[in-house]
């Protein structure tokens, strides 16, 4: 189909409901806006806005006002970076680089057609980016499930407490569309604690695959930025929100006879059942709903999902396995000082798990029931990652846990193996840092490693020259992207996880200057980042609290039901959503509250190369989840602190 065929589009999506969108542009008056990062600037970093306007703006002029409504920097307006819709045919570049004086701002636009810009901040890493961060914390704290919920205006009890004694089950057969199963669950007759643990995203399940990327990186950033996301913050401390996440990935690998689970609830039912994804409710009402009739009893009585390889022994899928081990590994670093026995537990784990990786998997990866919620295809840079932190967790030090398959060396040689199998593989450079590649991460981590190793690294199949060239080149093809775009978004608007790939983005370009001290990609990684903060065409920030515009009909079930639907407390601060996608989806179900209450989609007029809708039933552009909020801490802890702290 043409690219502006105002024809219906029509595509089946993960959660199986048949949208239709039109991206025909709306006929309306002249008009201009300016587009900024709502949460701020720093003030050393460069500066970019842009304005977007229906009709030419040659001639046009451009203020930067501070809040007494003096101009500190004026001039004219920057290159037209292209168009973005028939609607829109004009974006152009303010860069006010100059305004350095910390403060709050906005910036007016004089010529053919005027426009303002919201506020913003001009100030320190810390002052612009620390609430962000505490937001951030928020999200994980409220997406807590089981008896240790964290109490706060939106979350009142205690959620899924049957899942402390929760039944595992064989995966069943299923439709790979719909993800509907056939005939019954078949019980392994094992009964596990599968409590606690975050919910995925708008829904009540929970995913290894998921959890395992979120705690891998929220440990990272508590190791790497003591002070922002450690012991060293007092507003944004993730030490104990990794703790949790990590306890609960800790039961989902049982090490005592090498068992793996990977899943817990069911999206979707059969013509018997009644499964998470088809109903809206508080999670406190699952363990008694509608008195766990037969109909609902996966919904009181949560499936847990057994290795599809098998039980006890059985090869883990290697995706699984290497972020796994990544995360566990890490969770030894974090917590060896103050809790040894917690610490080589973490450590024994990752040893193990990763010993268990399937090296040579075949058809689709296990991800998710079913496999099209979460379609990972790469899996040797999990392996990379896996190796890599066992090999820094390990390295230099005495008094090891007895019973590790393997030692410090054999793990440097694996991350050398499998890094270079990445950079020679298919899937090299296909993707950029978020859930389903982590190279953005464990380029990083190894590069860092190499150095750390010496001599120890002469002869590997890989090196810090050729780790460092593959990041460069992720970094290169997002730059290419960003020449596209007229606002230089680095991913593609009309593609899932726009938000996610923003904050990765964001995050490569940083690790790319620490490592190498060029600025090659800073002024990108400031406009990438800022770009999922209100710098695009609809003018929105795409993280519930970051900004003066954000989502408030995301659809996630407690936001919907116990939070408000028009940006003021309480409301799921530090969300991030899907993004800008290619489609909005539609599909409601009984008791989900109208929003926007009065119906009207207010960003329709900026859809364009993309569709952004703030709709409750969008799912694809305003759902929220743990993956897609992960690269958001980190990009900001970069911003706040500039590098790591200490070696990794």
């Known amino acids: 189909m043409p690219k502006n065929s105002c024809s219906p589009r029509m595509k089946r999506f993960n959660k199986t409901i048949l949208v239709f969108a039109f991206l025909c542009p709306l006929a309306l008056a002249q008009t201009a806006f300016v587009r900024v990062n709502q949460v701020g600037y720093l003030p050393t970093q460069t500066k970019r806005a842009y304005l977007m306007s229906s009709a030419s703006e040659t001639g046009a002029t451009f203020s930067v006002k501070n809040s007494s409504g003096t101009t500190v920097f004026s001039g004219p307006i920057g290159a037209n970076l292209g168009s973005w819709s028939k609607t829109y045919p004009n974006v152009y570049a303010l860069d006010f680089d100059n305004a350095t004086s910390v403060g709050t701002y906005t910036i007016t636009v004089s010529g053919p057609i005027a426009a303002a810009s919201p506020s913003f901040k001009i100030d320190t890493g810390a002052n612009v980016y620390s609430s962000a961060l505490a937001n951030s914390l928020f999200y994980y704290e409220s997406e807590r499930d089981g008896p240790n919920f964290i109490g706060n205006s939106l979350r009142t009890a ?79 401390n993730f030490t104990i929100e990794v703790r949790f996440g990590m306890d609960w990935l800790l039961k989902m690998w049982d090490d005592s006879s090498s068992t793996f689970y990977y899943q817990v609830g069911i999206g979707e039912g059969n013509a018997q059942t009644i499964a998470d994804h088809d109903l809206w409710r508080l999670p406190q009402a699952d363990d008694s709903f509608n008195n766990c009739t037969s109909q609902y ?22 995706n699984l396995a290497g972020r796994m081990a990544a995360a566990f590994a890490i969770c030894y670093r974090l917590f060896k000082a103050t809790d040894i026995n917690y610490a080589n537990q973490c450590l024994l784990s990752a040893d193990h798990i990763y010993s268990h990786a399937n090296t040579a998997p075949s058809g689709n990866l296990l991800t998710a029931i079913p496999f099209s919620f979460y379609p990972e295809t790469e899996w040797r ?48 450079a296909a993707d950029t840092l978020n859930l389903y ?55 593609p608007w009309n593609v899932y996880d726009t938000t996610s ?33 209100g710098a695009n065409a609809w003018g929105t920030s795409l993280i519930v609290g970051d900004g003066t515009t954000f989502p408030d009909c995301m659809q996630h079930q407690v936001a919907n039901l ?87």
């Open 158 to 236: 205690a959620a899924h407490l049957k899942d402390q004694t929760a039944k595992a089950y064989l995966t069943p057969n299923y439709n790979a569309g719909s993800g509907r199963f056939s005939g019954d669950l078949t019980p392994t007759g094992v009964t596990l604690d599968a409590s606690g643990g975050w919910w995925d995203a708008g829904d009540y399940l929970k995913f290894v695959q998921t959890t395992s990327y979120t705690v891998a990186l929220m440990a990272a950033g508590v190791r790497d930025f003591p002070n922002q996301m450690g012991a060293g913050s007092t507003n944004s």
């Open 297 to 318: 009893r996966y919904i009181c009585d949560r499936p847990v999902f057994v290795n599809t390889a098998g039980g006890a022994g059985a090869l883990v899928s290697p």
């Open 381 to 428: 840079d999990d392996l990379e990652l896996g190796a890599t932190e066992l090999y820094l967790a390990m390295r230099g030090v005495t008094g090891l846990p007895t019973g590790l398959t393997h030692n410090a060396t054999f793990y440097l040689q694996q991350a050398a193996h499998w890094a270079n199998a990445y950079i020679t593989g298919p899937g090299d």
């Open 437 to 491: 590649d982590v190279t953005g991460f464990a380029h990083f981590d190894l590069y860092r490693a190499l150095g750390l190793a010496g001599n120890a690294a002469t002869g590997l199949e890989t090196n810090q020259a050729a780790v460092l060239g593959d990041l460069k080149k992720q970094l290169d093809k997002a730059v290419a992207q960003g020449n596209t775009d007229p606002f230089g978004f680095g991913f």
């Open 501 to 533: 790939h923003g904050g990765g983005i964001s995050v490569m370009a940083a690790e790319y200057t620490f490592l190498t001290g060029a600025n090659t990609y800073a002024a990108n990684a400031n406009r990438w980042l800022g770009n999922i903060l």
């Open 562 to 648: 116990a939070g408000t639907l028009n940006g003021m407390p309480p409301v799921l601060l530090g969300a991030a959503v899907e993004g800008p996608n290619s489609i909005a989806a539609k599909g409601t179900l009984s008791g989900m509250r109208t929003c926007p209450v009065n119906g009207v989609d207010v960003f329709a007029q900026f859809n364009g190369k993309a569709v952004y809708k703030d709709f409750v039933q969008s799912y694809s552009t305003v759902e929220p989840a743990i993956d897609l909020t992960a690269s958001s801490f980190l990009a900001f802890s970069w911003q706040v602190a500039g590098a790591p702290s200490g070696t990794p």
